[in-house]
């Protein structure tokens, strides 16, 4: 079954390095649609890695050397990685999409430092998984190996973004039609469509019948130009805040949570306490609240995960360095070309002896 990514570039509306679709090895609906509070205009965020051509990943095999003599088309473009293509509207589905597509060694060390969004994306919900290979299987029945306590840092370190972005006003337009609503005494509640409404039949808002007709065309195209512009931006200017960030705060939180307590991750656990917050239910006083007793909570969290040993305190490296050669051993075939070198344990032990020899010389 074709991936997501071939399907939409055979309808010619998008344009990946070539090397892409046919080497997708996972592909999955991330963002709202994943944490189950989605609604009807959600756009349908898909991400997932590729594998792409050996010699990308080992130069040497093509007898390149880095950093000496020219480049592929296709090395070039992998410097792109992650490939990403927004906007992208499919009339015939109704629905736009936004890709983002990594190489599967970008979305590894993006996975092993926690990133929260590729860490979202290993712990999708079945449903969303669109297409999946047996590296993408591999990957996903291993995807708790990635996990460790300096999620703590990664997931408060987002948190305290989206808490910033959901105060920010900064949309196209919007300060300048606040500021017009205040000189005009034009109560910040309205609605655009409350204004189109005005606008064609006049006297329909007992609000605006101080206006002159040039002031309510201006006031209309003004708001018009500022929802086009941002469809969040009527949001924020009605209730003061941008909920869609409102909500990453308190669902990083409790992702975190999770993580610390029972190593492990459901996207969807915290779904009708997230839907409360996109509806504008809670105020961003309260959320500010109640994320700073929680971030309190989490340390304590990362403490204990740390002492009990419940988590590693950072990424099992070895670990997953070694499902990244099985993952590019099944796609690739052998390794041998690639003069890949897995560690035994007595090699490992020689090393380890080693460095407590060298350690005791250098103290005589």
């Not at 590729?118 to 999708?124: I, P, Y």
């Amino acid at each position: 079954m074709p991936s997501t990514v071939q399907r939409i570039q055979k309808l010619g509306l998008i344009n990946p390095p070539s090397y892409i679709p046919g080497s997708i090895a996972y592909e999955a609906i991330v963002g709202s649609v994943s944490y189950g509070v989605s609604d009807d205009t959600s756009d349908m965020d898909v991400n997932g890695f590729y594998i792409p051509p050996k010699y990308i990943v080992f130069p040497h095999t093509a007898g390149v050397i880095n950093g000496f003599g020219s480049k592929k088309k296709e090395e070039e473009e992998h410097k792109k990685d992650p490939w990403q293509q927004h906007h992208v509207v499919n009339k015939d589905e109704k629905r736009k999409y936004d890709f983002t597509m990594y190489g599967i060694v970008r979305c590894f060390q993006l996975c092993m430092e926690n990133n929260p969004n590729m860490v979202d994306l290993l712990f999708v919900p079945p449903r969303c998984i669109l297409h999946i290979t047996r590296v993408g299987e591999m990957v996903r029945e291993n995807r708790h190996i990635f996990l460790h306590a300096g999620s703590f840092q990664k997931f408060k370190g987002y948190a305290h973004s989206q808490l910033h972005k959901a105060k920010d006003k900064e949309h196209e337009g919007l300060n300048e039609l606040i500021e017009f609503e205040g000189d005009k005494l034009i109560p910040h509640t309205l609605q655009l469509s409350e204004v189109q409404s005005e606008f064609e039949k006049r006297g329909t808002i007992q609000v605006l019948s101080h206006l002159n007709d040039i002031d309510i065309e201006a006031y209309k195209n003004l708001y018009q130009r500022t929802v086009e512009g941002s469809k969040r931006a009527e949001q924020v200017k009605i209730i003061g805040f941008d909920v869609k960030f409102l909500y990453h705060v308190v669902r990083l939180a409790l992702e975190c949570e999770q993580i610390l307590i029972e190593g492990t991750l459901d996207l969807e656990r915290n779904r009708e306490q997230l839907k409360t917050i996109r509806r504008g239910e809670r105020s961003i006083e309260d959320v500010e609240i109640w994320y700073k007793e929680k971030e309190l909570e989490l340390e304590r969290m990362y403490h204990n995960a740390i002492e009990t040993k419940r988590l590693p305190y950072g990424p099992d490296e070895k670990r997953i360095k070694e499902l990244l050669l099985n993952c590019l051993e099944e796609h690739y075939g052998s390794l041998s070309s690639a003069e890949i070198i897995r560690e035994d344990e007595s090699i490992r032990a020689l090393r380890s002896i080693k460095q407590i020899i060298d350690g005791v010389k250098g103290l005589q």
